[in-house]
């Protein structure tokens, strides 16, 4: 990455923080000017001519005084060991150059790869066992074949999808909603380690920024406008998800959502954009083949087939009541009752080989007697 001296960032810093200027102000500005010194060097009248631009706001860039506070941000950034990153450096996102409103510049923890192909992995931070597995699986899958992964590194369908990539010893990127000295949740501290170790984590919000609620909603611009694709794994009705997938179709991105149950609430979200047009995903090779005029040259080769699934792992040898419940047995939590009904079996040897299941991780169990098959690739 080329270096970027401190004081070259700060007319970023100061341009930025003009009343009046806000991201899709400041990209024409430097689409115009080139950058932010010439923003400052340009006379009134041609700081005029940028449509949305007011005569009060070119006089304020005329007589702007800089502050020190943009030298301590900066130091600061440095010190803990991050960098910064502006919407001229080349190793800033390409894709996401193109959308209305990019951030200015970046805060970075780890390292960004410009001809990455990305794609983003969304969905609820209150996943079912099904979501998490399916977030994980088609990540892991995704970033064997060469993809880098992007999500927020929120709880739930985020993790999920940064922990997938990293099994595969792919690449991932987190956005987050927050400063990247203020890391959330907290719990996601040695995530947040490990995704700079093998990608980067990224925030447009100053060092210190705590995570407000308005923040999340406007960092999704920032994971869809990233990536080739938006999917959404799990989500409810009004989830957070629904705004990328939103972002992603408006910047004219493809968006992607994997089906869930009918009855399950946590995927009416997804359901519902499936009907909206989005593309079914139940597997990789239909995001592949999707994107396959941008990007089926420079990917991984396929081992198996366009996707890994199930194939990976195969079922240990079961006796025939232990197929007989594995048979009844689904991603989605059943109660021990219903598992009673569709097996006929007595409860207390059903409970036994539910138990042996645990114990070999082919299923586990939930809140309220309820049991679900464990993701088996």
Request: charge should be positive; proline fraction near 7%.
């Amino acid at each position: 990455m080329r270096e970027t001296f401190p004081e070259k960032l700060f007319p970023w810093f100061a341009l930025k923080s003009i009343p009046g200027i806000g991201n899709i102000l400041y990209k024409r500005l430097i689409n115009r000017f080139c950058s932010p010194e010439n923003v400052f060097a340009a006379s009134i009248e041609e700081l005029c001519k940028i449509r949305g631009l007011s005569k009060n706001t070119a006089f304020t860039i005329k007589t702007y005084k800089f502050r020190d506070c943009f030298k301590k941000e900066i130091d600061d950034t440095i010190k803990s060991g991050f960098h910064l990153m502006t919407f001229s450096d080349r190793d800033y996102p390409s894709l996401l150059r193109h959308i209305p409103d990019p951030p200015p510049y970046l805060y970075v923890s780890g390292k960004l790869m410009p001809e990455s192909h990305n794609i983003a992995v969304v969905g609820s931070r209150h996943p079912t066992n099904y979501g998490i597995s399916e977030a994980k699986r088609l990540s892991e899958n995704l970033a064997a074949r060469g993809f880098t992964i992007v999500s927020g590194m929120a709880r739930g369908i985020d993790s999920a999808a940064h922990k997938g990539a990293l099994s595969a010893r792919g690449r991932t990127i987190a956005v987050l909603g927050s400063g990247l000295a203020r890391i959330y949740p907290p719990e996601n501290r040695k995530l947040f380690e490990t995704i700079s170790e093998n990608g980067a984590v990224i925030s447009e919000f100053s060092l210190q920024s705590p995570p407000e609620a308005h923040h999340f909603p406007v960092r999704n611009r920032i994971i869809s406008g990233m990536a080739l694709g938006t999917v959404v794994v799990e989500a409810a009705k009004k989830s957070g998800s629904l705004i990328t997938a939103r972002l992603a179709a408006e910047q004219n991105r493809e968006v992607f959502a994997v089906p869930g149950s009918i009855q399950s609430y946590k995927s009416a979200g997804t359901n519902s954009l499936i009907k909206q047009g989005a593309k079914l995903v139940q597997h990789i090779q239909d995001i592949i083949e999707e994107l396959s005029p941008q990007i089926q040259e420079s990917l991984e080769p396929d081992c198996h087939n366009g996707y890994l699934d199930n194939q990976a792992k195969r079922l240990p040898d079961l006796s025939p009541d232990e197929q007989r419940v594995i048979s009844h047995l689904e991603p989605y939590p059943i109660h021990i009752d219903e598992l009673v009904r569709k097996t006929a079996m007595a409860p207390g040897r059903l409970l036994g080989i539910l138990l042996k299941f645990e114990l070999e991780g082919l299923a586990e169990q939930s809140p309220g007697k309820r049991f679900s098959l464990k993701n088996l690739a």
